[in-house]
Nanobody
Framework: QVQVRESGGGLVQAGGSLRLSCAAS????????MSWYRQAPGSQRRLVAGFTNTDDTDYKDVVKGRFSISRDNAKNTLYLQMDNLEPDDTAVYSCEFIVRKPSGLAYVWGRGTQVTVSS
């Protein structure tokens, strides 16, 4: 079974930075896609940034120029560097891994990590 776990959230003042990590663990799998999502209170979960199937990066417009996604394939780990944070960035941030196992393709989610930006 593949598990995904996020870390790095916390409380930060507006203008500050945080770096989130998301690591996948398990056996007998390969990673085919990785993305970050966030869900603010009372809102739907929305894509923040991700790697496309052509290995390009894709960002939600409101985070372009402030957030940067990266990965370490050897460690099956995804990162999200968040700079110049704004109060509207407050949300639970979750990652999604698309993994291929012998049984087929699976979408695996972490439980999320809380990011709170104070004004």
């Amino acid at each position: 079974q593949v598990q995904v776990r996020e870390s790095g959230g916390g409380l930060v003042q507006a203008g500050g930075s945080l770096r989130l990590s998301c690591a996948a663990s398990g056996s007998d799998f390969s990673v085919e896609g990785m993305s970050w999502y966030r869900q603010a209170p009372g809102s739907q979960r929305r894509l923040v940034a991700g790697f496309t199937n052509t290995d390009d990066t894709d960002y939600k417009d409101v985070v372009k120029g402030r957030f940067s996604i990266s990965r370490d394939n050897a460690k099956n780990t995804l990162y999200l560097q968040m700079d110049n944070l704004e109060p509207d960035d407050t949300a639970v941030y979750s990652c999604e891994f698309i993994v291929r196992k012998p049984s087929g393709l699976a979408y695996v989610w972490g439980r999320g990590t809380q990011v709170t930006v104070s004004s």
